[in-house]
């Protein structure tokens, strides 16, 4: 075809009333306002003591959630795989403060530990006794 065949038609096509070029809107996103809660800023995990001392519990509940240990299990409590203690039995929460001999052989308590050796290290113990007791005390020290 040649060009003036070509411009006829185009003349047909378009009306007088139209522009030549005309635009075309193509899909785009907004732009974004400004958020509060941005990537990176989690939530808080809420870690600590659930039960003080003296409360009565049933089986199976926490005691306290924690990242490293700080508190640890005693009796009738069981320590979970991400360090949560948990009431093995029905009954009421003491919370001790026991001294502990660790094996000053090991690498990781000379470096946590050092300069205290020789003197007590104190270590908060969850317990849980039972209603009913079970006389399976440990003698501590004698009379």
């Not at 809107?25 to 509060?36: E, H």
């Not at 409590?77 to 029905?90: D, Q, S």
């Amino acid at each position: 075809m040649s060009f003036n065949i070509m411009q006829k038609l185009t003349m047909q096509c378009l009306k007088a009333d139209q522009p030549l070029m005309s635009t075309v809107r193509n899909a785009s996103k907004k732009t974004g306002g400004s958020t509060r809660n941005k990537k990176g800023h989690a939530r808080p995990k809420h870690r600590g003591w659930r039960v003080q001392d003296g409360h009565h519990v049933s089986e199976g509940t926490i005691l306290a959630t924690q990242l490293t240990t700080r508190f640890h299990p005693g009796l009738n409590v069981g320590f979970g795989r991400n360090g949560t203690l948990f009431a093995m039995e029905h009954g009421k929460v003491y919370v001790t403060c026991e001294a502990i001999d660790p094996n000053w052989d090991h690498t990781w308590i000379q470096r946590n530990y050092a300069g205290r050796q020789g003197q007590p290290i104190y270590k908060k113990f969850f317990n849980v006794v039972p209603e009913n007791q079970h006389q399976r005390f440990r003698l501590v020290e004698e009379i």
